[in-house]
């Protein structure tokens, strides 16, 4: 089952309806430059609302060149789940298990082309973990909830399952993503024939997510812009049609 993110939450009534819609991943954005950010003191008021309802989902805080420090730092103070790291992040702050925020980070990568996706790929990736092959049975339990039982940065098969190992956006020159561009689904579709774990983000709407996951099956898909009414807030209908498309898509 396809797994939905939806990212550039700012406020608190747009987090409870993606919540609500059955998003599985929730995205804060602390990157000032974005029209999507968020400041730690908001986020921690929006997760604190979020995890006192059942239908938490994994909440994601999206950094650009931070140190591991501030990442961790950020995470436990507003009680996020997992960090992406969406500038020109070292490989060793995912894959040294001395780092902060090992086990609980992914890289996004906006690859130009296969042959450079294939390599930053293989510098990104986490340290392969045969626990993550296979998803726990259902217990009732939200994608956020599930995660979070009994954390441990080694991962149990659930929380190593619900680790994203990376995201490909489509590619800009300047922008770190939110562009409303799509990108390359056939490359990026020979990519998540190898890839576990593989999220799929750019240009992503309401209208093209089931055919995005019919060509590329990636393990889950990322939007912001394209279930908004305009920057940094987010447009319901489109919200709950995105997450319905996705789930349509897995049933064909």
């Known amino acids: ?109 906006r690859p130009t082309s296969l042959t450079e996706a294939e390599a930053e790929a293989e510098w990104y990736l986490p340290p392969d973990d045969p626990r993550s092959l296979s998803l726990p049975p259902g217990d009732g339990l939200s994608p956020g909830d599930r995660f979070r039982q009994d954390f441990d940065p080694a991962q149990s098969s659930a929380q190593a399952a ?13 922008l770190r993503g939110g562009t409303g561009q799509t990108g390359d689904w056939q490359m990026i579709a020979q990519l998540a024939e190898t890839i576990r774990g593989l999220m799929l983000a750019g240009g992503l709407t309401p209208d093209n997510v089931a055919e995005a996951v019919a060509q590329v099956r990636p393990f889950a898909v990322d939007t912001a812009s394209g ?26």
């Open 227 to 252: 279930v908004e009414s305009g920057p940094g807030k987010k447009d319901g209908e489109k919200v709950r049609r995105f997450v319905t498309a996705v789930k349509s898509a897995d049933s064909e």
């Open 1 to 109: 089952m396809t797994k939905v993110k939806i990212c550039g939450i700012t406020n608190l009534e747009d987090a409870l309806t993606a919540a609500d819609a059955g998003a599985d991943y929730l995205g804060f954005i602390f990157y000032p430059p974005s029209p999507r950010a968020i400041t730690p003191e908001e986020a921690t008021a929006v997760a604190a609302e979020l995890r006192a309802r059942q239908n938490c989902p994994i909440l994601v805080g999206v950094f650009v060149n931070e140190t591991a420090a501030r990442m961790a730092a950020v995470l436990d103070q507003c009680q996020l789940d997992l960090a992406q790291l969406s500038g020109e992040e070292v490989p060793a702050l995912i894959g040294d298990p001395q780092s902060p925020i090992y086990g609980r980070a992914y890289k996004a990568l």
């Open 162 to 174: 619900a680790v994203p190992r990376l995201l490909i956006d489509s590619h800009h020159p300047n």
